[in-house]
Nanobody, 121 residues
Framework: QVQLMESGGGLVQPGGSLRLSCAAS????????MGWYRQPPGKERELVAA???????NYADSVKGRFTISRDNAKNTVYLQGNNLKPEDTAVYLC???????????????WGQGTQVTVSS
């Protein structure tokens, strides 16, 4: 099996910065796309940013210019750098990964358990 573990959440003041990490471990042959989603209180889950196995990235309009997604393929880890955070960025942030497993050679999407980010003064 495969596990995703997020870290880096917490309380941030408006205008501040935060860096989230998500490390994948287990029976991993390779990882296709990786991404960050968030679920604000009382709202549905939404895509924040995604990155392909190469360098292609995709961002929600609400975070363009403030958030940057990156990945370290050698460490099976994806990062999300958030700058100029706003109260509306408050949410549980979850990472996901499309993983090609060793055996059987199948592709599954895995999710982390989530990390809380609160933007408040």
């Amino acid at each position: 099996q495969v596990q995703l573990m997020e870290s880096g959440g917490g309380l941030v003041q408006p205008g501040g910065s935060l860096r989230l990490s998500c490390a994948a471990s287990g029976q991993i042959f390779s990882i296709n796309s990786m991404g960050w989603y968030r679920q604000p209180p009382g709202k549905e889950r939404e895509l924040v940013a995604a990155i392909s196995s190469g360098v292609d990235t995709n961002y929600a309009d609400s975070v363009k210019g403030r958030f940057t997604i990156s990945r370290d393929n050698a460490k099976n880890t994806v990062y999300l750098q958030g700058n100029n955070l706003k109260p509306e960025d408050t949410a549980v942030y979850l990472c996901n990964a499309e993983v090609v497993q060793w055996f059987p050679r199948v592709v599954n999407v895995y999710w982390g358990q989530g990390t809380q980010v609160t933007v408040s003064s």
